[in-house]
Nanobody, 112 residues
């Protein structure tokens, strides 16, 4: 069983930045794809960004140029750097491990 611990969410003003982290248990982190998803109230969960083992990245159109996903295989951790945040980025953000396991979620609220 993989355990994922997310951190870094919070309240930020429009235009601000946050950095989310997700630390994973287990010994095969470097061989799996990691992703960040988000779910806003009343909406379906959606992909925000994904990073493959080769470090190839994929982003939702809505966050391209503003968000950056990265990983540290040495620390079993995936990051999401979020810049130029907008109110519509408000959601619970979830870490995903190998398309199978989910973190508990961390709330991101963008509001003045």
């Amino acid at each position: 069983q993989v355990q994922l611990v997310e951190s870094g969410g919070g309240l930020v003003q429009p235009g601000g930045s946050l950095r989310l982290s997700c630390a994973a248990s287990g010994s095969i982190f470097s061989t799996v794809t990691m992703g960040w998803y988000r779910q806003a109230p009343g909406k379906q969960r959606e992909l925000v960004a994904r990073i493959a083992t080769s470090s190839y990245t994929t982003y939702a159109d809505s966050v391209k140029g503003r968000f950056t996903i990265s990983r540290s295989n040495a620390k079993n951790t995936v990051y999401l750097q979020m810049n130029s945040l907008k109110p519509e980025d408000t959601a619970v953000y979830y870490c995903n491990y190998n398309y199978a396991y989910w973190g508990q979620g961390t709330q991101v609220t963008v509001s003045s």
